[in-house]
């Protein structure tokens, strides 16, 4: 049976995806230098014979790798990120993601049958700081190309995920007018004040939109001013969040009309830099219960129900463009939180190594199950464009 072979192929390669796996582990990279990860899983996928192209939508660290079984047929698309977090390293377990997606690929390029398909994989760099997926599609790398989207990660419980916050990221800087605070008071625009008002206005606003949605912000600088000057420039970051990207873009244009609305009051001018747009995800339920469904064929552990609302991730981008799911797959306690000194324990664990393991399996499962039964695809497909109908007509 196909699926024998499938899993047999992933079991054989154990041994490689366990030492990569635990290399990146010992050489933790943050976003955008992941170069060594990046060529141990380029020069594997090379090796087992796909294309590999290196510096993706001019991301140095990104890369495709293409295998085509005949001509037309699903691209199955299988991303992997690789960064590390600074100061901590892979406490995230993202480590584990690059050996999951490549016996995936393996296998589905070695259960090649008559029917025409296409794996294609994709190294996207930097998830946990500047996004590197967004970078890649603000570069041309849109993934359109992609019939569906399949990612792996690590954690407490083997399950999928619905829905995700989409993310905003400002950076604020008000400008103002510096002068002796008791000498000449009169002459002063306190950037300061501008940023306090516009704080101030932020709490209001947080009475007048959806419960959903956070709004978090601190001050980053205020130039080292001392208390008897008042303040030239004061900047802050903030974030905006909410499960539903089109009616979180009306409550960024009400957050811009508060900031503006505070530099009008204190004779001051305010800078509005949009650092990141993440955007949420859109579910697709037939994709997540196909996956769900290998996980409980492969005896997968903890296995439990789908996680309704989660955080913030680039991965969100692609999935309002193609159909997408992630595999989460249990290799800590239940208990651990991600970025955690737990995650960071089980890294180079038996777990984490089966975890890689089931992952493949789960993911190369139901990719074949796609290829085997286009009406299948076609059904995933029809959802996730009237969920995304659904997304964006709401509001």
Aim: aromatic residues 8%.
């Amino acid at each position: 049976m196909w699926k024998e072979k499938l899993y047999q192929s992933i079991d054989d390669a154990a041994p490689e995806l366990f030492l990569m796996s635990d290399d990146i582990f010992d050489h933790p990279e943050a976003g955008m230098e992941e170069y060594h990860a990046m060529g141990l899983l380029t020069d594997w996928l090379e090796k087992e014979g796909f294309a590999v192209e290196r510096g993706v939508a001019k991301v140095e660290t990104a890369f495709r790798a293409v295998f085509k079984n005949g001509e037309g047929g699903p691209n199955i698309g299988l991303l992997c990120e690789y960064d590390a977090l600074p100061g901590i390293g892979h406490a995230c377990g993202h480590h584990m993601q690059g050996p999951c997606i490549l016996a995936a690929a393996k296998a589905l390029k070695e259960s090649a049958g008559d029917r025409p398909y296409t794996v294609t994989v994709y190294g996207t760099p930097a998830e946990e700081s500047v996004s590197g997926k967004i970078k890649m599609i603000q570069n041309g790398c849109t993934f359109e190309e992609l019939s569906v989207a399949f990612m792996m990660h690590g954690g407490p419980a083997t399950q999928v995920d619905v829905k995700s916050l989409a993310n905003s990221k400002f950076r604020v800087i008000y400008h103002g007018v510096s002068s002796h605070a008791a000498m000449q008071p009169e002459k002063g625009r306190s950037a300061l004040d501008g940023l306090i008002l516009a704080f101030q206005g932020i709490e209001f606003l947080r009475e007048h939109v959806n419960s959903d949605v956070r709004i978090h912000y601190t001050v980053t600088n205020c130039g080292g001013t001392p208390a008897n000057v008042v303040p030239a420039r004061a900047e802050a970051s903030v974030y905006v969040r909410s499960y539903n990207r089109t009616y979180l873009d009306t409550v960024i244009e009400r957050f811009k009309k508060v900031l503006k609305g505070a530099a009008m009051m204190t004779e001051t001018e305010v800078e509005i830099v949009e650092e990141k747009k993440v955007d949420n995800k859109i579910p697709v339920h037939s994709l997540n219960e196909l996956l769900m469904k290998q996980a409980h064929e492969v005896g997968a552990p903890r296995i439990r129900p789908a996680r309704e609302k989660t955080g913030s991730t680039d991965f969100g981008n692609v999935m309002h463009r193609i159909p997408g799911t992630c595999a989460r797959v249990a290799f800590v306690g239940e208990q651990a939180a991600s970025h955690s000194q737990e995650y960071l324990d089980a890294g180079k664990t038996e777990e984490a190594h089966h975890a890689i393991l089931y992952g493949a399996k789960m993911i190369a499962g139901a990719a074949r199950e796609l290829i085997d039964q286009p009406e299948l695809l076609e059904a995933v497909q029809k959802e996730f464009q009237e969920n995304l109908r659904k997304e964006t007509a709401e509001f």
